[in-house]
């Protein structure tokens, strides 16, 4: 009977052992599994998962909108006057929601489209309707003077006063967003009179992507590989800053390491960028990794000194010293347009100051990606900007004449938003989030059942020999003082 103990609990922790190995072995074995499926639905082809969701957007993109208006139009130009700015909105837009077009594969696994812009009314979603007024910077006024020579100028004055044009204008949120016909630019007999903050929108697009798909090299997948044709920029004029690195933000390489940069090119603002790890975080029941643009994004060059070649103005950034802004008149055509973070986060004091309205907080105001990192989607994004116009003192345009310091003024901050939706992240959990923890409460419970079951296996045999020792024992003690009582 003993031995039959013995035999059992043997095998009982041979098999404990093995189930314990075998939970082991799994670890990467489930892992590997897990790596190979993502791989082969990543990849941006037809007939895949991955190239369903990149066609057109799975859940619904909003473009928020708030609006500065000018309160006191007049001061300003006519005493030179502290500009008071109260922002309005959001005005929210549904954007991004046409499929891409011209769609072609490539023979060396990249693939070329466009990304038609388009931008619907949400009511619902705003404060207010497109027919409400603002008071805003008049565009071609502040802006021509920069583009125009100075033989020109007078010109430009004549068509400003012929038209009663001044320097601030009062016109509906739509006319200021997407565009108007301006009386002085139709004045001074331009081939396209229109202007607006983000004129033209709608039926454009900001140039073909050619993109990595990932097929071959899954590190590469949504990589830009050429933009409107070219490998790099040609606005910055340096081979740094006219780099074109990353995705365009939607989607990244699968297998994400937070400890390394997010690389992404915005043409919002014609250049790369790069965000780093802020937090974990969980959406919707699904693990996220935080990355955040962080401030020395568009800090100086005295802090940060890469960003040495995107200062193009010396003289209006204080010897390049001011921080906080971007001046991306070298893709607008020479209109003085600076980018920064809404209401000059992260920025020079000076920025702040010379506005009043001006309150940044990093919640409100900060450009963030919420990423799945086994896949690499973008589960929930804020990219957060906004617009300025450099207004410069002229002595030849008579509305400019009273302004007394060069100013960065602002027109309008947006945030362009996605969240993925509850079905969405169902799916994502069905399909990923729950797989994995499948395998990880299968690896655990054979681990933990196998080390369980060895465990006492081994102790049972320990007791049972340590049984039978005393047992052997006790029958030696006896046999003995029956010998010594038979002697005598």
Same mark, same amino acid.
């Given at each position: 009977?003993?031995?039959?103990?013995?035999?059992?609990?043997?095998?009982?922790?041979?098999?404990?052992?093995?189930?314990?190995?075998?939970?082991?072995?799994?670890?990467?074995?489930?892992?590997?599994?897990?790596?190979?499926?993502? &791989?082969?639905?990543?990849?941006?082809?037809?007939?895949?998962?991955?190239?369903?969701?990149?066609?057109?957007?799975?859940?619904?993109?909003?473009?928020?909108?708030?609006?500065?208006?000018?309160?006191?139009?007049?001061?300003?130009?006519?005493? !030179?006057?502290?500009?008071?700015?109260?922002?309005?909105?959001?005005?929210?837009?549904?954007?991004?929601?046409?499929?891409?077009?011209?769609?072609?594969?490539?023979?060396?696994?990249?693939?070329?489209?466009?990304?038609?812009?388009?931008?619907?009314?949400?009511?619902?979603?705003?404060?207010?309707?497109?027919?409400?007024?603002?008071?805003?910077?008049?565009?071609?006024?502040?802006?021509?003077?920069?583009?125009?020579?100075?033989?020109?100028?007078?010109?430009?004055?004549?068509?400003?006063?012929?038209?009663?044009?001044?320097?601030?204008?009062?016109?509906?949120?739509?006319?200021?967003?997407? !565009?108007?016909?301006?009386?002085?630019?139709?004045?001074?007999?331009?081939?396209?009179?229109?202007?607006?903050?983000?004129?033209?929108?709608?039926?454009?697009?900001? !140039?073909?992507?050619?993109?990595?798909?990932?097929?071959?090299?899954?590190?590469?997948?949504?990589?830009?590989?050429?933009?409107?044709?070219?490998?790099?920029?040609?606005?910055?004029?340096?081979?740094?800053?006219?780099?074109?690195?990353?995705?365009?933000?939607?989607?990244?390489?699968?297998?994400?390491?937070?400890?390394?940069?997010?690389?992404?090119?915005?043409?919002?603002?014609?250049?790369?960028?790069?965000?780093?790890?802020?937090?974990?975080?969980?959406?919707?029941?699904?693990?996220?990794?935080?990355?955040?643009?962080?401030?020395?994004?568009?800090?100086?060059?005295?802090?940060?000194?890469?960003?040495?070649?995107?200062?193009?103005?010396?003289?209006?950034?204080?010897?390049?010293?001011?921080?906080?802004?971007?001046?991306?008149?070298?893709?607008?055509?020479?209109?003085?347009?600076?980018?920064?973070?809404?209401?000059?986060?992260?920025?020079?004091?000076?920025?702040?100051?010379?506005?009043?309205?001006?309150?940044?907080?990093?919640? *409100?105001?900060?450009?963030?990606?919420?990423?799945?990192?086994?896949?690499?989607?973008?589960?929930?994004?804020?990219?957060?900007?906004?617009?300025?116009?450099?207004?410069?003192?002229?002595?030849?345009?008579?509305?400019?004449?009273?302004?007394?310091?060069?100013?960065?003024?602002?027109?309008?901050?947006?945030?362009?938003?996605?969240?993925?939706?509850?079905?969405?992240?169902? *799916?994502?959990?069905?399909?990923?989030?729950?797989?994995?923890?499948?395998?990880?409460?299968?690896?655990?419970?054979?681990?933990?059942?196998?080390?369980?079951?060895?465990?006492?296996?081994?102790?049972?045999?320990?007791?049972?020999?340590?049984?039978?020792?005393?047992?052997?024992?006790?029958?030696?003690?006896?046999?003995? &003082?029956?010998?010594?009582?038979?002697?005598?």
């Amino acid at each position: 009977m003993s031995c039959n103990k013995n035999h059992l609990l043997t095998a009982g922790a041979f098999i404990g052992g093995l189930l314990a190995i075998l939970g082991g072995i799994l670890i990467p074995v489930g892992n590997s599994i897990i790596e190979d499926n993502v &791989k082969k639905e990543a990849v941006i082809e037809n007939g895949t998962v991955a190239y369903e969701n990149w066609v057109l957007a799975g859940v619904p993109v909003y473009r928020q909108f708030w609006l500065f208006n000018v309160n006191n139009p007049l001061e300003i130009t006519q005493n !030179g006057s502290k500009p008071i700015l109260r922002q309005k909105g959001p005005y929210t837009y549904r954007v991004r929601y046409l499929p891409k077009i011209n769609i072609t594969a490539n023979l060396n696994n990249t693939i070329s489209f466009l990304q038609p812009y388009c931008a619907y009314f949400e009511p619902g979603l705003s404060v207010g309707t497109e027919e409400d007024n603002i008071t805003f910077l008049n565009l071609a006024v502040a802006g021509a003077p920069s583009i125009l020579p100075p033989l020109l100028l007078p010109l430009l004055n004549n068509a400003i006063k012929q038209t009663n044009s001044s320097l601030f204008q009062t016109r509906t949120v739509k006319e200021m967003l997407w !565009g108007y016909e301006d009386p002085v630019l139709k004045q001074l007999r331009l081939p396209d009179p229109h202007t607006g903050v983000f004129y033209p929108y709608n039926g454009t697009a900001d !140039g073909y992507y050619n993109i990595f798909t990932g097929r071959g090299n899954i590190e590469k997948l949504g990589i830009i590989d050429r933009w409107q044709g070219k490998g790099k920029l040609t606005t910055w004029q340096d081979p740094y800053c006219d780099m074109i690195n990353g995705t365009d933000g939607s989607v990244f390489p699968p297998f994400i390491d937070k400890r390394k940069l997010l690389d992404f090119f915005s043409s919002d603002i014609c250049r790369s960028v790069s965000a780093e790890y802020e937090s974990s975080r969980v959406l919707k029941g699904i693990p996220v990794y935080r990355f955040m643009l962080p401030s020395k994004t568009f800090a100086s060059p005295v802090d940060n000194p890469e960003n040495k070649c995107y200062c193009k103005d010396p003289r209006f950034t204080r010897n390049c010293t001011m921080a906080g802004i971007l001046d991306i008149s070298g893709c607008k055509e020479g209109m003085p347009v600076y980018i920064s973070l809404p209401h000059f986060l992260y920025g020079s004091e000076a920025l702040k100051e010379a506005i009043d309205g001006m309150e940044p907080n990093e919640e *409100e105001h900060s450009t963030f990606l919420d990423v799945e990192p086994v896949t690499g989607i973008s589960l929930n994004v804020a990219k957060r900007l906004q617009v300025n116009i450099a207004v410069r003192p002229s002595s030849q345009i008579e509305v400019l004449s009273n302004i007394k310091e060069p100013i960065l003024f602002p027109l309008v901050w947006l945030n362009e938003t996605a969240t993925v939706d509850d079905a969405t992240a169902e *799916e994502l959990k069905g399909a990923l989030i729950s797989t994995m923890d499948l395998l990880e409460t299968i690896q655990m419970t054979l681990i933990g059942c196998g080390c369980v079951i060895f465990l006492a296996c081994i102790i049972s045999l320990c007791v049972l020999k340590k049984n039978k020792t005393k047992k052997y024992d006790q029958s030696k003690e006896m046999t003995d &003082k029956g010998i010594s009582a038979n002697h005598f």
